[in-house]
């Protein structure tokens, strides 16, 4: 069983399109990370959440941590062919570990 | 700056072999985390080292091992490899150890076990 449990597990929707992915959890996070992935490649740091409820942006990313701290949410707008890849989600709790989510797989199709 | 190196960036092992994997943090970075992604899952998390100390450890056998030296490379060991052991072996490294910093992946090293 994933500590962090991320849906959809793949996603494919046309360029200009809104999406949302998911990141659940039953434990509490000290901190969350989101990554984005490409083949072959490691995964590339997008956002660091921390406090409860907060919500950073990115250009057209939206991410936001729930007001728990045990669940997070990355909303994309107006998506691009370029936006495709692994979204990976990962949660630090009081230990040292940061685990990750099994991760959705993003297609953006022109 | 150099990110996160890792070395060499592809493997073929065979069974029963062993296999040394090494990881440069970045300048400054003093904890060196290593995953294993196997095709189609997240990384799973393997060890943790920061100043030169095993901070972690994930849910491995003890055929895995790794050190981490005075320059803070690390080095990430595994005996007695299985056709299981194949994966993508990422390293990351952060500035400090505790778990708001902020971690940034190298591109891994493929490991084919054959």
């Known amino acids: 069983t994933q500590l962090l449990e991320q849906s959809p597990q793949f996603l494919s929707i046309q360029e200009g399109e809104n999406l949302t992915v998911y990141c659940n959890s039953s434990s509490v996070f000290s901190s969350l990370q989101w990554y984005r992935q490409e083949p072959g490649e490691g995964p590339v740091l997008l956002v660091t959440v921390v406090t409860g409820g907060e919500v950073k942006k990115l250009k057209r990313l939206t991410f936001q941590f729930g007001d728990a701290r045990k669940d997070s949410s990355l909303h994309i707008t107006a998506a691009q062919t370029g936006d495709t890849g692994l979204y990976l989600c990962?949660?630090?709790?009081?230990?040292?570990?940061?685990?990750f989510g099994a991760g959705t797989r993003l297609t953006v199709k022109p | 700056d150099a990110g996160v190196t890792q070395s060499p960036t592809h493997l073929i092992k065979t069974r029963g072999q062993h296999v040394t994997l090494r990881c440069s943090p970045i300048?400054?970075?003093?904890?060196v985390s290593w995953y294993q992604q196997v095709l189609g899952q997240g990384p799973q998390f393997i060890f943790q080292?920061?100043?030169?100390?095993?901070?972690g450890r994930g849910n491995f056998p003890d055929r895995f091992s790794a050190r981490q030296f005075p320059n803070y490379s690390s080095e990430l060991n595994v005996n007695a490899l299985l056709l299981g052991d194949s994966a993508l072996y990422l390293c990351?490294?952060?500035?400090?150890?505790?778990?708001?910093?902020?971690?940034?992946f190298g591109q891994g090293t493929r490991l084919t076990v054959v």
């Open positions: 990351a490294s952060s500035l400090l150890g505790h778990p708001n910093t902020e971690a940034f």
């Open positions: 300048s400054g970075h003093k904890s």
């Open positions: 080292y920061y100043e030169k100390e095993e901070r």
């Open positions: 990962a949660g630090s709790r009081n230990n040292n570990d940061m685990r």
